[in-house]
């Protein structure tokens, strides 16, 4: 392990492209592990609508934002140097035993008690990106913590829609998600990722889980309105698989119509889907044309069959883009 610390945050390049990308958990994570190879003017935009695990514990007790997302974001930005993997490390590590600390993870203890300190949640993401070096900024996409409420149709009663509240219990609801929302339905957007959004050269949204972490980017008024304004160009990264409890049953189209859904006004000019995505008769590519979107196919899954995407391979594709969109 090097105890040296990097002498600098990575600044802006002259010609960087400015890039933001919205989202949360391992979704966001894979896309700035593969954006940050291809700029170093970089801003993840994350969820903040997560009630479970270490994070809704701190949320539950502290009161504030939970930062399990924003943790996840902070790690994928670190560099690949020793400083960089080291600190990416204990950022994720958590706690074992039968303690009260049991199966909190650092980089979540460490953001609380930093916000705790400074007061202000962007002064405090930024003041832990210096620290981990990150190539990157991180910011949460509202200045409250948020709910989501869903319209569900339940396996056990089908021929109804039940309302299911809050992140981990929509994420694994046992039936088929309809329609999101969030509580306060008008939440204050940072005004930070507002500003990052209408400077952006490109807007990246997803992957992720659809219902419980892209979408709810796409739901907060003020960065809706900034996505829908931006001069910037916009891609949207398909999901390799459908997602036990939350989306099973619908296909790469269907997650398409859902965004169109919520957000009817939301063009793209992008869509990146895995080779193993695309059906023979054509649907996809129609249904992305129809959003204003050129569908680019690549392969970008880490291993056939997987359902996280390689950063190098997912690099590559983000480049392709940026080059002929």
């Avoid at 994350?46 to 902070?74: F, K, Q, Y």
């Avoid at 980017?217 to 829908?228: E, F, I, M, Q, S």
């Amino acid at each position: 392990m090097s105890t040296t610390r990097p002498a600098h945050v990575a600044g802006r390049a002259e010609g960087d492209l400015k890039v933001v990308s919205l989202g949360g958990g391992h979704g966001l994570a894979a896309s700035l592990s593969a954006l940050r190879r291809l700029t170093t003017d970089l801003t993840g935009v994350v969820t903040v609508a997560d009630n479970g695990g270490s994070s809704g514990r701190i949320r539950a007790e502290l009161g504030g934002l939970p930062p399990g997302d924003l943790r996840m974001a902070l790690a994928a930005l670190c560099g690949d140097d020793d400083w960089g993997r080291t600190w990416a490390a204990v950022l994720q590590h958590r706690f074992s035993g039968d303690g009260p600390l049991k199966d909190h993870a650092v980089g979540n203890l460490l953001i609380a008690a930093i916000w705790d300190q400074v007061g202000d949640h962007v002064a405090g993401l930024d003041l832990v990106g210096e620290l981990l070096g990150a190539q990157g900024r991180v910011l949460p996409m509202a200045a409250v913590p948020l709910d989501i409420e869903a319209d569900v149709h339940l396996r056990s009663a089908p021929d109804r829609l039940t309302l299911v509240r809050g992140q981990v219990e929509v994420s694994s609801t046992d039936g088929q998600v309809v329609s999101v929302r969030l509580d306060p339905s008008d939440p204050p957007a940072c005004p930070e990722a507002v500003a990052a959004v209408e400077a952006a050269d490109w807007v990246v949204v997803g992957p992720g889980s659809w219902f419980t972490s892209v979408m709810p980017t796409l739901l907060v008024p003020g960065l809706r309105d900034a996505l829908t304004k931006t001069k910037g160009k916009r891609i949207l990264v398909l999901n390799l698989h459908e997602q036990e409890g939350e989306t099973e049953g619908l296909t790469p189209t269907d997650h398409l119509e859902v965004l169109a859904a919520h957000a009817p006004e939301l063009g793209l000019d992008a869509v990146i889907a895995d080779t193993s995505l695309v059906d023979t008769r054509g649907t996809l590519e129609s249904t992305a044309r129809s959003l204003g979107a050129r569908l680019y196919v690549a392969d970008v899954a880490a291993s056939p069959g997987s359902d996280q995407h390689d950063p190098g391979r997912l690099a590559a594709a983000f480049g392709r883009v940026m080059r002929t969109a």
